[in-house]
């Protein structure tokens, strides 16, 4: 299958990627053992529409935001196009954000790094976001987009720790499942839960993904790659309703969200 992103779909006939000055990438090659067997993660269902499109959208809604790469699994591309066109965006909104579909990699480090080469050169802010955070708050992604305009490198939204978190010994191998001892307990107002979209300075994160070579699964955290280059990445208020969409029980809480959604806002 080429690489060659597509361009059709979404946005306005007359516009290009090349007008866009902020760009969000959705890495959605993975496929969500977690959920179960079925479809990947991101093409189920929430409330009747696939996660994929409520987290498509939810970049969207940001005036900021004006080209979304898609990054689909390495053999799903046109599957992805075709899902996609099927649920377009509401609104104006459709008209002022351009989408673009590309085949994926091995792991999401490589996914990301094949969606960042379809944004164009002259785009300064590229946001990163997981297809599983299907419900972030518009008001979330403008916070991101902001900092990182104000002279942030990096920017992750980020929530305080409700629970006590406890550091233990792994037990690995023929001791798996054995009881694990606890080495230490960190100090929880350090603590923070990141959540995405996380907002980058454009070369910056070239540079991350350039310099920064994983073994095995790679990065899972472009933040996390930032930081191994020694830049600082600064923390945004994160959302409670941006959470990651893993489990099943997680599927029920958002689905949850979207009705309270529809009763409080016609969402």
Not at 43 to 62: E, I, K
Not at 118 to 125: L, Y
Not at 252 to 261: C, F, G, H, S, Y
Request: aromatic residues 2%; proline residues 9%; without cysteine.
């Amino acid at each position: 299958m080429s690489a060659t992103p597509d361009h059709g779909g979404y946005g306005a006939s007359g516009r290009t990627a090349r007008t866009a000055r902020t760009a969000a990438v959705i890495p959605a090659a993975g496929r969500g053992v977690r959920l179960g067997p079925g479809a990947p993660k991101a093409l189920r269902p929430l409330s009747g529409t696939p996660m994929l499109v409520h987290a498509v959208r939810a970049m969207a809604g940001s005036r900021s935001v004006s080209l979304v790469v898609v990054v689909a699994p390495p053999d799903g591309a046109d599957e992805v196009r075709r899902l996609l066109d099927a649920y377009p965006l509401s609104g104006s909104l459709g008209d002022t954000t351009e989408l673009v579909v590309v085949p994926g990699g091995e792991t999401r480090q490589e996914s990301v790094r094949r969606g960042l080469a379809a944004v164009p050169e002259n785009v300064t802010t590229v946001l990163v976001h997981d297809a599983a955070r299907p419900l972030v708050p518009v008001d979330t992604v403008d916070a991101v987009v902001a900092a990182v305009r104000d002279g942030a490198p990096a920017v992750v939204p980020a929530l305080p720790l409700a629970d006590t978190v406890k550091q233990v010994e792994p037990r690995t191998g023929e001791r798996a499942g054995e009881p694990e001892p606890v080495v230490g307990t960190p100090e929880r107002a350090l603590l923070r839960a990141v959540q995405t979209p996380q907002g980058f300075d454009r070369a910056t994160l070239v540079a991350a993904h350039e310099k920064i070579v994983l073994e095995g699964e790679g990065a899972t955290d472009d933040a996390g790659m930032v930081e191994r280059l020694g830049v600082e990445v600064v923390v945004v208020p994160g959302h409670e309703e941006a959470f990651k969409v893993t489990r099943p029980l997680d599927l029920v809480l958002a689905e949850a969200v979207l009705a309270r959604r529809r009763a409080n806002d016609g969402f």
